[in-house]
């Protein structure tokens, strides 16, 4: 029995010790992940989430697209019928729940909202200088993500504390409509009282920003007194290019018009296919806008978003708008390869040779003109005139436009009240066409129904939320879908 | 006694008798193969006068007086027994005890004679394995085992999708794989090389699963290789076979002339013109699959060596297996093995005895595009079938009206390159120390390395002007743009990436095996008690790379890049979870008669939450051989035992990714400031520490019976299965944004079904012998609860452009079924439209939808449950016959009720068409099933739905082999020559492929994109034995 007492007692003791010991225990370290309580302990961490809390600005080509395929300013286009058929049912207003291209919009806007608020819950955990103005960047972000998806949903859910966690999967419903823009008020607000009016880098949110988005925000809620007040902050500290069609190239990038605009870049490395369009820093929709042919100075594409007859029509001859609104392909137009083919093309933002990267379609370098000065203008303009504020104001920010686009100043506009404000809404739909705004001007102004094919008042106002989604977290439908 | 009628002896010749004592010499060979046994003791019954055979069988023994007993023995076989009246030489064959041999099964920790197991077991031996020679050794599981369900992979060397007594999980069911006692997962089964292995066990109950406590859950397979046998003659096995792979089937799409007539009709129907105005000189066009599919090599060439003295055995192998893809040839699809392998064991003294398994084997393979919407298959099934495929000048042909995802499939097997490249070594070092008889100390350290390198390249394309996936001129220069802006050019770049991954796991076990019995040897005990400790790590690095000089393969290495320093990207990610678990069993018998077994095992598991991390797993089973009982006394029945067992198991499933064990952060996200790209970050992951292991609550009662002298035999179980705490990683709300949700505990499920497997099996002469078995296996499952956040389900596998999901797991729902609209025929008139509910956009022609809620609007409120992609039963056929020296096997394998969708069909404007369109509607009462033709799907008709369901059910001869052996060669023991078809022909009328559709996902089962169809295989090999 010696033996066996020798041998169990070493078996024994080395149950004894594993059973004490933390064999089990892997540390982050172990696989070299930073956890996130080790986070945020320095400036630079903050910094980095901030720009992680951009990221997902580059994602919202679809809005863009969106905005004008659905209205009547574009077709769809695009090689066929079928050809990303989510945009194609958008476009003749067969659109359903079940919509990738929604799906996507939807949740790529959450993302950026959570990564908002990552920030808001680790605020407190370390103070350095200029760390207010930062946050203001911030919740100018959020409020962007969250006009966004009001626009093209109305209720959706908000939540503003945190990250969401698996935890909160689908038990949040949806706000109403006038409490998510209550909340991008309250961001751009907190925002505006922290942040600069200039910033070192081109690209970063200013005040002026925040005041343009909220004035748009008090617009789309036709809260006109407002919206005039906050947006006489920014009247002034821009100046309209001379040339329009100049701020539309890259040298025209970040310029004296600009009031914010989304950046990028051709110069990824991670630039094919697998990134698109979360991993790239290129601009995923120039693509979508090019013609299916060879036109010398620019690249093909696919031919979506191609302009209606009607919106080159809309414009004076001696509008230079026109020509830099839409490019006029001069070949035979039935040789164009492709689906309901006008012969135009989205020439604000079009793929131009050479300015894609290594990857030749995914990487267009062109920025997006998220607010323009002759925006705040026509906004301000509106404001006034429908507000009853001053119809001297709105002509005047009004034919600051129009002495720009057509070089003199035989094309004023004098009239007042309600034929002022027609005349500002088709000076909105000329200025900003192909720029992603026509069909949620034409839904806030209730124009929608008289002007879009196929248009049902009382539910193409806004989106149907995702099927997943509704599926997923039970939320509501959207009326009539 | 009954064993003995399977004794058989062979008494070659006499010679004249002698006086009163005599001289007895011969030979002692085994029946079964003709080797020679040393080492058999030859005694005189009753005395102590007895010699042992020597290393060729041969003995002599003197004295042995008139009219005595000469009996012969040794261990593992019949004792046979002759009377001896003369001096005589005799030639005996031992024949193999069935009972004391084939009847142990090695379950974990141990073995146990199965005549005393009182759990449910599914035995394939190694002659099950030769006669399939199967690629890998899972599909001999297919048909010769009950309980499990494979579906076969076409791909060259690709996993099957497995799971033993259902689909219990949404996060997966693959079973525990344990290799000679070394835990391993079910893909480690490529590189074993399917003739080094003696048997498998397919552990099934929690009476034989719980020792594996959290792990055990979906049924484990057990795998014992074979070794050499102490005091053996040198024995060399040579096998090689050579065949060559078919397809047997394609798909029925349309010819030039047909797709040109029904796009001309599809662009009427929707206001265009007609596109091709002259039919008749379009002729048949190309046939894309002829194109892509080609007969290929398969070769197989394996040779052991064995033998052992008294102290030490051994077992060397080594082998080739070759198998060349059907798709795309063998430039481009293929798997090669090398194997090599030893075991070694030896007593290093009457205590202490050593075990060294070593195993390594090399894989180099190339693969495809396979089972999405761009795999070669799919692009050949939907290209234009009007383009040749090579132009005049050599070039490959290009389509004019397809721009984007699908491309002429030549040109992309001719840009496919890749190649893998796996070195794994696997193996056990065990150290057994006999303490006293009874009792033994195992010390057993068990590891497995594997290292993986891939290299990809993706060189410069032309796939047409203004295709999407062009990225070359039209001679395979880089595309050169200058931004007429500022005059900078940008280029496109060929590309190469290179990755390297290790995987290295080990298992210490120590535990110690106590048997005794009391009173009168009438209770016996067997007893095992030990600890387990494991670490599984994983680390992998990957470069890319740009700017291959030549656009070539020659060069595309990292190395060889010209790209610059930006342009050179890395990555990298690593794993580590561990294990710590005790677990111990007391199996006890009353006299062989009254069973009992009581097992469990304290786990512990990193991979779980904070919260959750040790486990309590428990089994108990009871078993009565009644046969064995006093009063039982049949003249029809030899064995009947029956048994029952219940207990819980665990299962950590946490599929490929193990869950992320902290909130970290990722470093991806960028933004661009100043037109120069900034890093930024967020949020990359989070945990959940509440996370825990599923509890399957199985309750097993079944018996084991064998009748008119053990000609017929017969084991059935009934099981149950009670799932709960399901783990799977849920679809959480898309208002999460795109953070990975972590993996939860929030579903429960139910399964029960049956394994029955009869054999029979009788030697009706010495030259004619016949055997054969039905294995019969049904699994019900049902979903009974699913947390998913707000969802009762969580989705699973989907398919094209849009992509679509069409599979979900959901309470009150059999697993993965398919979900989707159901169809009610075509709308014939406007009339049919207005009466049926409001179904936006319809015209007639199109699908009329089923409203199912009766709401009045066809919406995604009317999807429903349309398919279901697991069997409702399946079963195996097998038989072998021997006649004189020719042997034939067959073997079948069923599975019935099981529906698959068809995911292939693009359904873009100018992508090709099937068959099925020619029947469609062009008028009221033209068709009922076939919508009409356009290029504006206004009705949405490809919409998920039944209209792509199709039921899967097939009956596939999957074996058929012919053997001869030559009897009679000098120096060699054994020469075969055999001839086989493998998947022969299969019964169904599933219009693709092959209805065994399957990417090694159980979750993806019965989802056709274009999956590699199973080719037949004829082949003819030798097997030789010194």
């Not at chain 2, 076939?930 to 209209?947: H, L």
Request: glycine share 8%; net charge negative.
């Amino acid at each position: 029995m010696k033996i066996l007492k020798n041998s169990v007692l070493p078996f024994m003791l080395i149950f004894l010790a594993l059973g004490c010991s933390d064999y089990l225990d892997v540390e982050p370290t172990d696989t070299h992940e930073i956890e996130d309580s080790v986070y945020f302990q320095q400036e630079a961490d903050y910094q980095a989430a901030v720009i992680g809390t951009y990221d997902p600005l580059q994602w919202m080509y679809l809005n863009t697209l969106i905005g004008d395929i659905a209205s009547d300013n574009s077709l769809c286009g695009g090689e066929s019928a079928t050809d990303v058929i989510g945009l194609q049912q958008i476009d003749d207003m067969t659109h359903n729940p079940n919509n990738d291209n929604l799906t996507n919009l939807w949740k790529w806007c959450y993302e950026g909202v959570n990564r908002a608020n990552y920030l808001e819950e680790n605020k407190t955990k370390l103070d350095f200088d200029g760390k207010e103005a930062l946050y203001g960047e911030v919740y100018f972000l959020r409020a962007y993500y969250y006009f966004e998806l009001v626009k093209f949903f109305g209720d959706v859910p908000v939540f503003v504390d945190r990250r969401l966690d698996a935890s909160d999967s689908g038990n949040i419903p949806r706000s109403p409509k006038a409490d998510v823009y209550t909340q991008i008020e309250t961001d751009l607000r907190d925002a505006i009282a922290v942040l600069p009016t200039t910033q070192s880098q081109s690209g970063r949110v200013t005040k002026y920003a925040a005041q343009a988005l909220l004035g748009k925000a008090y617009l789309y809620q036709e809260k006109f007194p407002e919206a005039a007040t906050t947006l006489n902050n920014v009247i002034g500290a821009f100046t309209l290019v001379d040339d329009f069609e100049s701020q539309f190239l890259k040298s025209g990038e970040n310029g004296i018009e600009s009031v914010f605009e989304v950046q990028y870049t051709n110069t990824s490395e991670w630039y094919d296919w697998d990134y698109v369009p979360q991993g790239t820093e290129g601009n995923f929709g120039i693509i979508h806008n090019g013609p299916r042919a060879d036109i010398a100075g620019y690249a093909r594409g696919w031919a979506f978003n191609v302009p209606t007859q009607d919106l080159y029509d809309a414009y004076d001859s001696e509008d230079t708008r026109r020509e830099a609104t839409i490019l006029t392909y001069s070949g035979d137009a039935s040789s164009l390869a492709g689906y309901e083919q006008t012969g135009y093309f989205n020439h604000k933002y079009i793929p131009r040779a050479g300015e894609s990267g290594a990857q030749t379609e995914l990487n267009y370098l062109n920025n997006y003109r998220a607010i323009r000065y002759a925006d705040v203008l026509l906004m301000a303009a509106e404001a006034n005139a429908r507000g009853n504020i001053s119809d001297g104001l709105a002509q005047q920010y009004l034919n600051e436009v129009r002495r720009r686009a057509f070089g003199d100043l035989d094309h004023d506009i004098t009239s007042s009240g309600n034929t002022l404000v027609q005349a500002i809404w088709n000076e909105r739909k000329l200025e900003l066409a192909m720029e992603g705004h026509r069909f949620f001007d034409l839904v806030r102004t209730g124009e929608a129904a008289s002007t879009i094919n196929g248009f049902t008042t009382n539910k193409h106002e806004v989106f149907p939320i995702p099927q997943l989604e509704r599926d997923i977290s039970g939320i509501t439908q959207n009326e009539g879908y | 006694m009954r064993l003995t009628l399977y004794t058989f002896l062979a008494l070659l010749f006499f010679t004249t008798a002698s006086a009163q004592n005599h001289t007895i010499s011969g030979t002692i060979i085994e029946k079964d193969n003709g080797m020679p046994i040393p080492g058999a003791n030859i005694i005189v019954k009753n005395t102590n006068n007895g010699v042992v055979s020597d290393f060729d069988g041969l003995f002599t023994i003197n004295e042995v007086p008139n009219g005595a007993t000469l009996q012969f023995s040794y261990v593992g076989f019949v004792t046979y027994e002759v009377v001896i009246n003369k001096s005589t030489t005799l030639n005996i064959q031992l024949e193999t005890d069935v009972a004391s041999l084939d009847e142990v099964v090695v379950i974990g920790y141990g073995s146990q004679k199965l005549s005393k197991v009182s759990g449910s077991v599914s035995k394939v031996d190694s002659e099950s394995i030769e006669t399939l020679k199967p690629v890998r050794v899972e599909e001999a599981l297919q048909s010769s085992a009950t309980g499990i369900n494979v579906v076969s992979n076409g791909s060259p060397g690709k996993s099957p999708a497995i799971s033993i007594r259902g689909v219990v999980s949404a996060q997966g069911s693959s079973p525990l794989v344990v290799v000679d006692g070394v835990i391993q997962g079910i893909d480690d089964l490529n590189t074993l090389n399917p003739s080094d292995v003696e048997s498998i066990n397919v552990l099934k109950d929690a009476a034989l699963t719980a020792i594996y406590g959290v792990k055990g859950g979906n049924g484990v397979i057990v795998v014992t290789t074979k070794s050499g046998k102490k005091n053996q003659k040198v024995t060399v096995n040579f096998d090689s076979s050579y065949g060559v792979q078919e397809v047997i089937r394609q798909v029925d799409v349309l010819n030039a002339s047909e797709y040109a007539a029904i796009l001309n009709e599809a662009s009427v129907a929707s206001g265009g013109d007609i596109i091709f105005p002259d039919l008749s000189t379009i002729g048949k066009g190309t046939n894309w699959q002829d194109e892509v599919i080609e007969t290929a090599a398969i070769q197989s060439h394996n040779i052991s060596v064995s033998g052992g003295s008294e102290k030490i055995s051994y077992f060397f192998s080594g082998g080739f297996l070759g198998q060349d893809g059907v798709v795309g040839g063998n430039d481009k699809s293929y798997f090669d093995r090398t194997s090599l392998s030893g075991r070694i064991n030896a007593d290093l003294s009457d205590k202490f005895k050593l075990i060294v398994n070593t195993n390594y084997a090399n894989i180099k393979d190339k693969s495809l595009s396979e089972n999405n919407i761009g795999s070669v298959l799919s692009n050949a099934l939907n290209f234009d079938p009007m383009v040749n495929p090579y132009n005049s000048d050599g070039s490959f042909g290009i389509s004019e009206t397809i721009t984007q995802e699908i491309i002429n499939p030549l040109t992309q097997l001719d840009n496919t390159y890749n190649e893998g490249n796996t070195n794994k070594i696997t193996g056990k070092l065990e150290l057994q120390y006999k303490i006293l008889d009874n009792v033994k100390l195992t010390s057993r350290f068990g590891y497995n390395y594997v290292d993986v390198y891939t290299k990809n390249f993706t060189p410069l394309v032309y796939y047409g002007v203004g295709h999407n996936g062009t990225t070359a001129n039209p001679d395979l220069s880089p595309i050169i743009t200058t931004d007429a802006e500022t005059g900078e050019e940008t280029s496109t770049h060929n590309r190469v990436s290179e990755s390297n991954t290790n995987y290295f796991s080990y298992t210490y076990e120590l535990f110690g095996n106590y048997d005794f019995n009391l009173i009168n040897e009438n209770h016996n005990f067997e007893t095992v008690l030990g600890l387990s400790l494991s670490r599984n790590s994983g680390e992998n690095i990957t470069a890319n790379a740009q700017d291959i000089p030549f656009n070539s393969w020659s060069y595309a290495d990292v190395s060889a890049a010209t790209g610059d320093n930006a342009s050179q990207t890395s990555g990298s990610w690593q794993y580590l979870n561990k294990n710590m678990s005790y677990f111990g069993r007391l199996n006890y018998d009353f006299n062989n008669k009254y069973l009992v077994s009581i097992l469990g095992r304290y786990d512990g598991s990193s991979t779980f939450g904070d919260n959750n991390r040790y486990g309590l797993f428990y089994a108990a089973s009871l078993g009565w051989v009644a046969s064995n009982e006093d009063f039982f006394n049949s003249e029809i029945i030899d064995f009947l035992k029956i048994r029952g067992s219940y207990g819980a198991t665990g299962s950590d499933n946490l599929g490929d990714n193990a869950d992320a064990q902290f909130s970290s952060i990722n470093t991806f996200p960028q933004y661009t400031f100043d037109g120069n790209i900034v890093s930024g970050s967020t949020l990359g992951s989070i945990p959940n520490p509440d996370l825990s292991w599923e509890t399957q609550k199985q309750l097993n009662a079944g018996f084991d019976i064998r009748m008119f002298t053990n000609k017929i035999s017969m084991s059935a179980d009934y099981y149950q299965k009670d799932v709960v705490d399901l783990i799977f990683r849920p679809s959480p709300s898309l208002y999460l944004g795109d953070i990975a949700a972590p993996s939860g505990n929030v579903g429960a499920s139910k399964t029960n079904g049956v394994d029955i497997s009869l054999g029979y099996n009788n030697e009706f002469s010495d030259d004619f012998s016949f055997s054969t078995n039905i294995n019969f296996t049904t699994v019900n499952t049902e979903v009974t609860k699913v947390d998913n956040g707000g969802a009762d389900f969580v989705l699973g596998a989907g398919y094209g452009i849009p992509y679509t999901i069409i599979s979900r797991f959901e309470e009150g729902e059999t697993p993965w079924y398919f979900y989707g609209y159901q169809t009610d025929g075509i709308f014939q008139t406007q009339e049919e439209i207005d009466t049926h509910a409001t179904q936006t956009g319809a015209q007639p022609g199109d699908i009329r939808f089923a409203d199912i809620n009766g709401d009045g609007v066809i919406n995604d409120e009317d999807r429903t449950n349309i398919g279901n992609p697991f069997p409702d039963f399946t079963f195996g056929w097998n038989a072998s016959i021997n006649y004189k020296n020719i042997d034939f096997n067959i073997g079948t394998y069923a599975s019935i009720g099981n529906d698959i969708y068809r995911a292939y069909e693009r359904n873009s404007t100018y992508t090709n068409r099937f068959a099925s369109t020619l029947d469609r509607w062009t008028g009221p009462g033209t068709s009922d099933s076939e919508p009409r033709v356009t290029f504006e799907d206004t009705n949405n008709n490809t919409r998920a739905s039944d209209r792509y369901i199709e039921d899967g059910s097939f009956f596939k001869i999957k074996n058929l082999q012919l053997g001869y052996t030559i009897p009679n060669v000098p120096g060699i023991s054994k020469l075969r020559l055999y001839a086989q078809v493998k998947n022969v022909y299969t019964f169904t009328k599933y219009s693709g492929y092959d209805p065994e559709i399957s990417s090694g996902s159980v979750s993806d089962t019965g989802v056709d994109r274009g999956t590699y169809p199973i080719p037949r295989i004829w082949s003819v090999g030798l097997n030789v034995n010194f």
